[in-house]
C-alpha cells in the first residue's frame, strides 16, 4: 500500500460543511493557495457559505491582516456546491457538519464511497467524538484522523491532531505536515479519547461558570468580568460558550459524559434549557449575553 501524499502534495483539499467552522478551515486553505471545494447540503447553504467566507476576507482586508488582492485570489480558489459528489477526486477531504454523532458518520460513509483515491486522508474536525468511530465507517480506517480546529480558524493557530487506532504513521505524519507547513498552524497531538486535549481542560471550565450563573452566585456578566480582569483571560466563560455556541458546548459535554461519566462533564440544566429555547450564544443573537447581529 503506497503511502498518502505529503503535505507538499496535498493541493485539492475538501471541507463538508459550510458553517462558521467549514467555512474557516476552506479560508484558511484558500488563503493559503490550495484548490478548495466546500460541500453543502443543498445550493441554497452553498450561497450561504459563500458569504461567510467572503465576509471574513473582507474583514481581514479592513482590518489590515491582508490585502485586496491576496482576498479575492483565495475567493476565486473556492468552488462551493450542494452536492457531496463533487468532491470525488480531492487528495483531503475536511469534515466540519454538526457535533453530532450520526451526522458525522454518515458524512464518512458517504465520502467513503465518493472519494476516488483510495490514499486520499479523510479528516474530522470533530471536538470531541472518538476518531475511532467515524473511521470504523469506512473501508479506510487507517487514513481516516482527526484534525481538530479552533473558532475562529483564521485567527487562532491550533490545530489538534488526533490518530485513532487505526490511523496509519503515514497518515498522520501527513497531516501534521499539512497543517504545519501548508496552513501554518501549530500542531498538538493528542489521543483518542473524548475531548482530545483543550476540550477536556475548557469543558468543565466553562460548566462551572454556567453553574454559577445558575445558581445566582454571580451574574455572567461578574462571571466574566472576574476572570477577564482577576486571571487576565482574554475573554471570560461565558462569552466564550456564547462564541463556541451553546449548542456544541453542550454537545461536547455530552461526549465527554458518555466517555467518562464524571459529573464535571454533564451539561448543566440551565444549559440545556437555553439550546432547547434557540438561545445559542452569538450565531442566535442571545446567549448568556445579547449581541447585535453583524
Known amino acids: 500500500m503506497n503511502a498518502p501524499a505529503g503535505s507538499a502534495r496535498i493541493r485539492r483539499v475538501g471541507v463538508v460543511g459550510g458553517g462558521q467552522m467549514g467555512a474557516g478551515i476552506a479560508e484558511v486553505c484558500a488563503?493559503?493557495?490550495?484548490?478548495?471545494?466546500?460541500?453543502?447540503?443543498?445550493?441554497?447553504?452553498?450561497?450561504?457559505?459563500?458569504?461567510?467566507?467572503?465576509?471574513?476576507?473582507?474583514?481581514?482586508?479592513?482590518?489590515?491582516?491582508?490585502?485586496?488582492?491576496?482576498?479575492?485570489?483565495?475567493?476565486?480558489?473556492?468552488?462551493?456546491?450542494?452536492?457531496?459528489?463533487?468532491?470525488?477526486?480531492?487528495?483531503l477531504v475536511m469534515e466540519a457538519v454538526t457535533e453530532d454523532p450520526d451526522a458525522k458518520t454518515a458524512v464518512?460513509?458517504?465520502?467513503?464511497?465518493?472519494?476516488?483515491?483510495?490514499?486520499?486522508?479523510?479528516?474530522?474536525?470533530?471536538?470531541?467524538?472518538?476518531?475511532?468511530?467515524?473511521?470504523?465507517?469506512?473501508?479506510?480506517?487507517?487514513?481516516?484522523?482527526?484534525?481538530?480546529?479552533?473558532?475562529?480558524?483564521?485567527?487562532?493557530?491550533?490545530?489538534?491532531?488526533?490518530?485513532?487506532?487505526?490511523?496509519?504513521?503515514?497518515?498522520?505524519?501527513?497531516?501534521?505536515?499539512?497543517?504545519?507547513?501548508?496552513?501554518?498552524?501549530?500542531?498538538v497531538r493528542s489521543q483518542d479519547r473524548a475531548g482530545f486535549v483543550v476540550n477536556a481542560l475548557l469543558i468543565p471550565y466553562l460548566l462551572s461558570a454556567v453553574r454559577m450563573a445558575e445558581s445566582g452566585f454571580a451574574s455572567a456578566a461578574d462571571v466574566d468580568a472576574g476572570m477577564e480582569l482577576g486571571c487576565a483571560h482574554p475573554m471570560g466563560p461565558l462569552k466564550l460558550a456564547d462564541l463556541i455556541g451553546l449548542d456544541t458546548v453542550e454537545a461536547i459535554a455530552e461526549s465527554l459524559y458518555e466517555e467518562f461519566k464524571e459529573p464535571l462533564y454533564a451539561p448543566p440544566p440551565l444549559l440545556r434549557r437555553m439550546v432547547q429555547a434557540g438561545l445559542l450564544g452569538r450565531k442566535s443573537g442571545r446567549g448568556f449575553h445579547t449581541y447585535g447581529r453583524d
Open 108 to 187: 464518512f460513509t458517504a465520502l467513503d464511497k465518493i472519494v476516488e483515491d483510495p490514499e486520499a486522508v479523510l479528516a474530522t474536525n470533530t471536538s470531541a467524538i472518538p476518531v475511532m468511530r467515524l473511521g470504523t465507517a469506512t473501508g479506510r480506517a487507517d487514513r481516516v484522523v482527526g484534525l481538530h480546529f479552533f473558532n475562529p480558524v483564521p485567527v487562532l493557530p491550533l490545530v489538534e491532531v488526533v490518530p485513532s487506532l487505526h490511523t496509519s504513521a503515514d497518515t498522520l505524519r501527513a497531516v501534521e505536515e499539512f497543517a504545519r507547513d501548508t496552513l501554518g498552524k501549530t500542531t
Open 31 to 91: 488563503r493559503a493557495g490550495l484548490d478548495t471545494v466546500v460541500a453543502e447540503a443543498d445550493a441554497t447553504a452553498a450561497r450561504a457559505a459563500r458569504d461567510r467566507v467572503a465576509v471574513s476576507l473582507e474583514r481581514a482586508v479592513q482590518r489590515g491582516k491582508l490585502d485586496r488582492i491576496s482576498a479575492e485570489d483565495a475567493l476565486a480558489r473556492l468552488v462551493f456546491t450542494g452536492d457531496l459528489e463533487d468532491l470525488a477526486d480531492r487528495q
